[in-house]
Structure formats: structure tokens, C-alpha cells
């Protein structure tokens, strides 16, 4: 029986006895609809970007590119051999851009890499930005660790398990896309609402040398009334380091203090972060030790007043759409940073100016964009299956991933909201649950269910910051919580059929289908019409279902692939617009 794991081996290439075989080129395979983006894949160019924008060196190899790879019939890791098949990482195996484009199960991957010589004085970490869904890493046999999650990232040292020479990397994993992990909104293909799964490696996996006593991590924190931002380093407790904060070159503020202990830097005048004016200070910290890495922070804060939603101690109406961030050729994965923008230039151009981050947790990439655009995010963790009741073990895992994510986000400014829980899927303990999350960032908003009203969710627990209402096409019309925000945290879902940009024409649907573009329009304008009124009238923020049709789904803004915008950008815009002046 396979192991449920993910096996990362890094061994010295052309063992002795290996005999090579034959081995197949990577070819992309046919998506059901192609991007613009689509063409421009291939193996020399797959996500070549720095995946880490908040922690930044100098120094790093990218691993991304054609792998071998083939479905893991024994617990043996395929170690000295080669594969049977190509793939092109970091697409999911399903993905028209994997090369692969089915389902598996348990997987194995493998390639070759070489450690350059200046790295050799010092420690070397493999990072996995994400991996669905367990992961055993072991480097040239030896295993350096162990790894269940989805949506979080997770690296290993595996300095001490080199040799000379070309390394092997071989990585094997398991997926069930089942009831004891979060997934989302991954199911079988056609199911409905739900949409084709991404299994094993789907974010960028990457190599880089630091020095013995480094920086895992930047948190910070902002003061917008004082100008006091608070700086935790991390992963080098009791080591000094200096810290810059700069606009432009020119810097604004400094201090020292101790990895490990929060330190404040000052920063006079601040310039406040928001959609309307989204500035970034840039930010430097050198350890005693010599490692320096980059970073970036936005004053900003975000708070509920008077069953107000504030943003930086003013009410701020918040209006977006729902964003699943599927893709019909790369499935979880965008086919390039450039599409990974795209959507948020749409939103931008819509007038928006929050987006849900739907169910699923995007790559860093996505949240710097949105943090250089100027879109507030509502960050939903991935829920569980949606109508079991999660196992102890289930539930633990949801919470230790749901944490992580949390950590590893803390400091993008555009996230203003955490969800833990929709519909009631797989939900359970909802006040604990939203308690713990404010707890363990009181810097942000809890929206303990969205749709509390809908589905299979629990009883209003009175928890958390927002009072969320799910009602279509609506809007909602909620009562007003008198202590809480009151949200439609999604209405809509007008739709439209786009001959030839369909995922499935048979099986296309909406919560309302409009006959043409300019209907569709029409009726947008109504909706955006009616909300106003419920702005009026107290109402916080609202979701709108959705920037595009997704699968089976054809209620977006935009068709799945992309290529055609469904209705008039230009008046959905001013309709936006005034919707955002029904609350001053």
C-alpha cells in the first residue's frame, strides 16, 4: 500500500547499476478553453518569478520546470531511476499545463539539480511554496521532514544530506481530495458549483542559501494614529538586527532590536495605505550575523465601530466580487504572474475595491499584487467537505493549517478579513474557532460564517466582527446587528452564455441566466441599484458572485478564459461607483 506522503530524495545522479530509459518529451495537453496566457508556458519560463515578495534574497534557484514523473503503484521511492513521464512544475497533475491532465492519487516526481560552488560554504533550504496534500521529504535517502497541508508553505535544510556532484530530487504524493483535509471547493469534475481538483505540486519550488543563524520571517504590525509600526523578526531568536524602513530610497525610520521580541520603528507622517491610495514603505533587515533580506509593510487598520466596518478610523464601504482563482489550463495555478495580475487589474478597472479570495489560499504573489494595486482581501480559509461532520483528526488538521496560513500572511496589508467557515461546511465549533483566529490576529476582522443564513450553517453564534447574509441574485436586505457589521457577503450570480468560451455548454448554468450582454448589463445596474439602498440604510460591505464563470458556472464579469468581458465594464463601473457614494 502507498505510504500517504510526499517523498523528497536528493541523490547523487548516475548511481551505479541505473540504467537509463527512453524518455518521453513534455507536451502540454489540450485545455478545455485556452487563456491568453496559455501559449506563453513552457519549460523555460514556468513562474520564474521570486515567489517571496515579503522576505526577499539575493540569492535563490528556481526548480520550477519540466520533472519526470508517474502514479505511485508501491510505498518504494523510485530512488536512482528514471520516471516514466514528463511534467512541467509547478502546474497541478490534472492541469492542461502539467502535461499530465489526470487524476492521481499518489504520484511520484523526480529531477535533477545542481548547488552552486559559493553556496557551498553555507546552509541550503528547499522551499515548497504548496503541495496538496501530504509530503515526506528526503534528501539522498534521509528523510529531513514531513509535511500535511495544502495551502501553506514549508522548507526543509538539507544541507547535511548533500554530496558533489548532480543532486537527485525525487517527490512523491498523495491527495485523496477527501473528507479529512481542507480542500476547498475541489471535487470531481462536473460537479456543480464544486470544480476539477489540483493534486501534488502547484506553487513554486525553490532552492537558497543562508547563512547558519537567518530570518524565517517579517511580521509587522501599524499604528496609523502614532506612526508606530512593530517589527517581529523571526527564526533567530536573541540575535540583534538593525532594521530601514524607506520611501523610495529615502529613509523614514529606523531601529534595532532582538530576533524574537517586538521592536518598533517610527515613522513620522505616515502615509496611509487604502484602495484610493495603496503606498508600500519598503523595508531592509540585517541580523548581527550578516543576513539581510527585504521586506515591504502598509500603514493601514482596520476595525468595526458602531456596526461600521473603518478602514484607518474612517467608515470605509467595502465592495468586491467573489474570486475563485481557477483557471481552465493551469486549474489552481495561473499559467503566468501576468494572469496571476490580471484578475486583480479587472477588479481594479470595475471599480472594486475589496475582493473574496474564495475558498481557497492564493500563492504571495497574488497578495503583493493586491497589495501594490489597492484591493482589500477577505481571506477564506479552504473549507472541508460540506456536508460531513469533520472527524477529530479532520478537525485538527483544518485548525493547524488555518494557523499556519494565518502566520505566513500576517503582514500583507490588503488582507483586512479572515472567514473561516462557509454555508456550514464542514464547520464545527464556530465561536471557539472565531475567537481563537482574533486571538491569534487581533489586527483584522473575523467573519465567523459567512452565510450564516444559508445552507448547512450553525446557529448565529453572536461571534466574530461581521454578520454576513447570503441571498440570490438579491442583494440581501439583513437586519442590521447592532454591535457587528452587518455584510451580503454574496448576492448575484446573473449569468450569460459566451458561445465558444464555454468550459461546458451542456451543462452551463446561474442563479439567473440573462439572454445578452446588454441584459446582462441592465440587470447588473438593478442589483447595484437596489444595494445602494441597503447602504443606506447600514449595510458594511458586499460580495458580488463573481469576477468570472468558473467550469460549470457562467456568472462572471468575465468568461473562464479570459478572452471576452460579459457586460459593459464602463457602466458596471459607474454602478460601482455608486454604490461606494450611496455611503458617504
Not at 129 to 145: I, S
Not at 227 to 234: A, P, S
Not at 257 to 274: C, E, F, I, N, Q
Amino acid at each position: 500500500m502507498v505510504r500517504p506522503a510526499v517523498v523528497l530524495a536528493v541523490l547523487l545522479f548516475g548511481l551505479s547499476g541505473v540504467t537509463p530509459v527512453a524518455q518521453p518529451e513534455w507536451h502540454r495537453q489540450t485545455p478545455p478553453l485556452s487563456t491568453p496566457w496559455t501559449d506563453a508556458v513552457s519549460p523555460t519560463n514556468a513562474l520564474p518569478e521570486y515567489p517571496r515578495p515579503q522576505l526577499t534574497r539575493d540569492a535563490w534557484q528556481n526548480l520550477n520546470g519540466v520533472w519526470e514523473f508517474e502514479p505511485a503503484l508501491t510505498a518504494e521511492p523510485p530512488f536512482g531511476r528514471q520516471l516514466h513521464e514528463k511534467i512541467l512544475v509547478p502546474y497541478p497533475v490534472e492541469s492542461a499545463l502539467s502535461g499530465i491532465m489526470r487524476h492521481e492519487t499518489h504520484m511520484w516526481y523526480r529531477r535533477t539539480f545542481d548547488i552552486p560552488e559559493p553556496w557551498r560554504s553555507q546552509r541550503i533550504l528547499l522551499h515548497f511554496q504548496a503541495v496538496d496534500y501530504d509530503t515526506t521529504v528526503y534528501v539522498n535517502g534521509h528523510e529531513v521532514t514531513r509535511h500535511a497541508g495544502g495551502y501553506d508553505s514549508f522548507s526543509a535544510d538539507i544541507t547535511d544530506a548533500l554530496t558533489t556532484g548532480p543532486q537527485e530530487l525525487v517527490v512523491g504524493v498523495t491527495d485523496t481530495t477527501g473528507d479529512g483535509q481542507p480542500l476547498g471547493k475541489q471535487r470531481a469534475p462536473g460537479a456543480g458549483v464544486f470544480y476539477t481538483p489540483s493534486s501534488g505540486i502547484w506553487q513554486t519550488v525553490w532552492l537558497e542559501p543562508v547563512r547558519p543563524v537567518h530570518i524565517t520571517r517579517v511580521d509587522t504590525t501599524s499604528n496609523t494614529t502614532t506612526g508606530e509600526v512593530t517589527l517581529t523578526v523571526q527564526g533567530a531568536d536573541g540575535t540583534p538586527f538593525r532594521a530601514t524602513a524607506s520611501d523610495h530610497g529615502h529613509i523614514v525610520a529606523q531601529a534595532e532590536g532582538t530576533a524574537g521580541h517586538p521592536t518598533t520603528l517610527t515613522v513620522g507622517h505616515p502615509r496611509l495605505w487604502s484602495p484610493d491610495d495603496p503606498f508600500l514603505y519598503d523595508l531592509r533587515v540585517t541580523l548581527s550575523t550578516g543576513d539581510t533580506v527585504g521586506s515591504y509593510f502598509g500603514v493601514r487598520s482596520v476595525a468595526v465601530e458602531n456596526h461600521r466596518i473603518l478602514l484607518n478610523g474612517k467608515p470605509f464601504f467595502q465592495l468586491g466580487p467573489l474570486d475563485q482563482g481557477f483557471w481552465p489550463d493551469g486549474l489552481y495555478t495561473a499559467p503566468t504572474d501576468a494572469a496571476l495580475e490580471f484578475d486583480l487589474q479587472q477588479e481594479k478597472a470595475l471599480g472594486f475595491t475589496m475582493v473574496r479570495k474564495h475558498l481557497k489560499v492564493e500563492p504571495d504573489r497574488w497578495y503583493y499584487h493586491a497589495d501594490r494595486l489597492g484591493l482589500l482581501v477577505w481571506q477564506d480559509m479552504p473549507a472541508m467537505t460540506e456536508n460531513v461532520t469533520p472527524a477529530p483528526q479532520a478537525r485538527a488538521n483544518f485548525e493547524i493549517e488555518l494557523h499556519r496560513v494565518i502566520d505566513q500572511h500576517r503582514s500583507f496589508p490588503s488582507i483586512v478579513t479572515w472567514v473561516p467557515f462557509n454555508e456550514g461546511w464542514g464547520d464545527f465549533d464556530v465561536a471557539r474557532v472565531a475567537d481563537e483566529i482574533a486571538a491569534w490576529d487581533p489586527t483584522r476582522l473575523v467573519d465567523a460564517e459567512s452565510g450564516v443564513n444559508c445552507c448547512r450553517s450553525q446557529p448565529d453564534t453572536g461571534h466574530g466582527d461581521l454578520l454576513d447574509d447570503h441571498t440570490y441574485p438579491g442583494p440581501g436586505t439583513p437586519p442590521l446587528d447592532p454591535v457587528r457589521a452587518t455584510v451580503d457577503g454574496e448576492y448575484g450570480g446573473l449569468g450569460l452564455k459566451v458561445r465558444g468560451h464555454e468550459f461546458d455548454p451542456p451543462g452551463s448554468f446561474a442563479y439567473e441566466m440573462e439572454p445578452d450582454s446588454a441584459a446582462l448589463t441592465r440587470r447588473y445596474v438593478e442589483l447595484q441599484q437596489r444595494l445602494g439602498t441597503e447602504v443606506r440604510r447600514g449595510l458594511s460591505a458586499a460580495v458580488y458572485t463573481q469576477l468570472t464563470d468558473v467550469e460549470k458556472e457562467v456568472n462572471g464579469f468575465l468568461t473562464y478564459d479570459r478572452r471576452v468581458r460579459k457586460l459593459d465594464f464602463a457602466v458596471a463601473r459607474r454602478a460601482n461607483l455608486a454604490v461606494q457614494s450611496a455611503a458617504r
